[in-house]
């Protein structure tokens, strides 16, 4: 048997955490004179996508505002290691501690996505960190906003009582049917 660690909370970070469209709407605005959504953002090609991301996220990293309840639900969580898991590029790491710490959001760890990885679609990347997670605790809770991002790791896991899964919507905080 297999000794594990206890638990850890893993949470994405972009609208997750903290709410980042502004930023993606303003880096838009300056790319291509218009403020564009999530939604268009998210269709472009990858190496546009990251431009703006990379724009967004540091340029304008200030507009972006913290999900209060789940930073609140994050300090009561005794007894977990925090871990903040995005799949933004490692190349963010500053900018993203950045907000970490003018909010005191408690974290133990930041996880990024390298340049090794930077060919894996986020869903893909996040199930991988997902799966490192399972193996080394008895207990995973799994915080994203992203609808796709959890039906991906809700198929390719399966049914596991050590992994929660729970969406995070702006208003409320749902745990995902297991």
Request: proline share 2%; charged share 35%; no cysteine.
């Amino acid at each position: 048997m297999v000794a594990r660690n206890g638990k850890v909370v893993l949470v994405d970070f972009d609208n997750t955490l903290f709410f980042t469209d502004k930023p993606t709407r303003l880096a838009t605005m300056e790319m291509f004179g218009k403020a564009l959504g999530r939604d268009t953002v998210r269709k472009m090609d990858r190496d546009v996508k990251r431009q703006i991301y990379e724009l967004a996220h540091s340029k304008y990293k200030w507009h972006s505002t913290p999900h209060s309840f789940l930073i609140r639900r994050l300090k009561l969580k005794k007894g977990s290691k925090i871990v903040i898991m995005t799949a933004r590029s490692a190349s963010l790491r500053s900018h993203t501690l950045d907000l970490i710490r003018k909010h005191g959001v408690r974290y133990d760890r930041l996880v990024l996505r390298d340049e090794k990885a930077a060919a894996l679609k986020d869903e893909e990347w996040k199930l991988q960190q997902i799966r490192k997670f399972l193996k080394n605790y008895e207990s995973v809770s799994y915080y994203d906003d992203k609808e796709e991002n959890i039906a991906y790791v809700r198929k390719a896991i399966g049914r596991s009582k050590r992994l929660r899964i729970f969406q995070v919507l702006p208003e409320r905080i749902k745990e995902v049917e297991r």
